[in-house]
């Protein structure tokens, strides 16, 4: 399962697309919403992308992870739109016959998401900014604070 969405991500129905008798691992990475980052307080993230591309660059993100892993089954949703505080904004399944492998597996999807899918992040402080994260940024460096993301923007990182 891949997707992008603008509701609640189901990560429940995500781990069960996963789930093989072959599997002895089952693993579910949730990212959420934080309070504080980098030692700014956050209030809420607004979440953005180029949809058909991530969604393809997803896609091909789980056939990378297929490839080099020793995994049987991996699964990716990322919600779009305004998130509060505790929601979860990214969701990673990954079942293997071992559990080693997922965790692995798992960490390096997060990693090479965050590193090549066009998806972009608005963080809303308490201190009233409001800042665009790009692909490829470390977190705690942030873009210029009211300009929109474009959408041809390399994603060769995030």
């Known amino acids: 399962m891949i997707q992008l969405t603008h ?25 959420t919403v934080r309070e504080f980052t980098a030692g700014q307080q956050t209030l809420q993230l607004n979440y953005t992308a180029y949809e058909s591309m991530a969604l393809g660059q997803l896609e091909q993100l789980q056939q990378d992870a297929l490839q080099q ?15 509060a505080l505790g ?4 969701a990673i399944a990954v079942s293997s016959p071992h559990r080693a492998d997922a965790y692995e597996c798992s960490r390096w999807l997060i990693d090479t998401l965050k590193q090549r899918i066009p998806i972009w992040k608005q ?19 942030v873009a210029e604070a009211d300009s929109e993301p474009q959408s041809g923007a390399s994603t060769d990182g995030q």
Not at 9 to 31: E, R
Not at 69 to 83: D, K, N
Not at 123 to 141: I, K
């Open 87 to 90: 929601d979860v904004s990214v």
């Open 123 to 141: 963080e809303h402080y308490a201190d009233g900014r409001v800042e665009w994260q790009h692909p490829g940024e470390p977190t705690g460096q």
């Open 7 to 31: 509701e609640p991500l189901d990560h429940a129905a995500l781990l069960q697309s996963v789930s093989s008798h072959q599997a002895g691992a089952a693993l579910l990475f949730l990212g």
């Open 69 to 83: 892993f020793p995994v049987t089954a991996v699964g990716i949703q990322h919600r779009l739109g305004e998130l």
